[in-house]
């Protein structure tokens, strides 16, 4: 008789937590679970900034700045006496033209990159906001059609930053050795207009 009341000692407790357990998973997700993985979504979000915000190590308008500079010198190399050029320098214009036409390409690109990168940012710091104050507790699919396309954005913006930076950062070092080398021309062949 002893054994019995031990033995329901044991099997009450088990039955109220399985019994609470049952009803949790027949009612569904409760606000603070759907919070917590509309969380996590923004989460995945923020990762995607923060990797494009990394590539961005140059200023919004360097390379706008630079074209500018570019342009200046290029008109200012029209009065070089060509016949004390040499081959070497030639081709070093060659390829200060070839920086300056890619600059002239994608500098803009770079400058949007930045600008959709802001708007992604302060987007998804606006959604967060949202969520913690509990504006998609009810609103589950206005959360994921937003969500989408902040997703959308981000992996545009993504695709479009990679390719801009990468081939920006690849001409970079040409282009420090064609404009150090341009400026010791003109300050060798042109040294009274400096």
Not at 9 to 32: E, H, K, N, W
Not at 137 to 162: G, H, M, N, P
């Amino acid at each position: 008789m002893s054994k019995v009341p031990n033995i329901s000692r044991i099997i009450t407790p088990l039955a109220i937590v399985f019994s609470i357990l049952f009803v949790q998973c027949v009612s569904g997700p409760t606000i603070s679970e759907k919070r917590v993985v509309m969380l996590q979504s923004v989460d995945s979000l923020w990762n995607g900034v923060k990797e494009i915000r990394s590539r961005f190590t140059f200023r919004m308008d360097e390379f706008q700045e630079r074209r500018t500079y570019m342009e200046k010198q290029r008109i200012k190399a029209q009065f070089l006496p060509g016949d004390q050029l040499s081959k070497e320098d030639v081709m070093t214009f060659d390829k200060y033209n070839n920086v300056y036409r890619l600059y002239k390409a994608i500098g803009k690109k770079y400058r949007t990159a930045v600008l959709q990168a802001e708007d992604i940012f302060y987007a998804t710091k606006g959604i967060e906001k949202q969520v913690k104050n509990g504006f998609y507790d009810e609103k589950v699919d206005a959360f994921k059609k937003e969500y989408q396309i902040l997703r959308q954005k981000t992996d545009s913006c993504k695709t479009l930053t990679f390719d801009v930076t990468d081939r920006l950062r690849g001409v970079e070092p040409l282009y420090l050795r064609t404009s150090r080398r341009v400026g010791e021309i003109f300050e060798e062949l042109l040294p009274e207009q400096e």
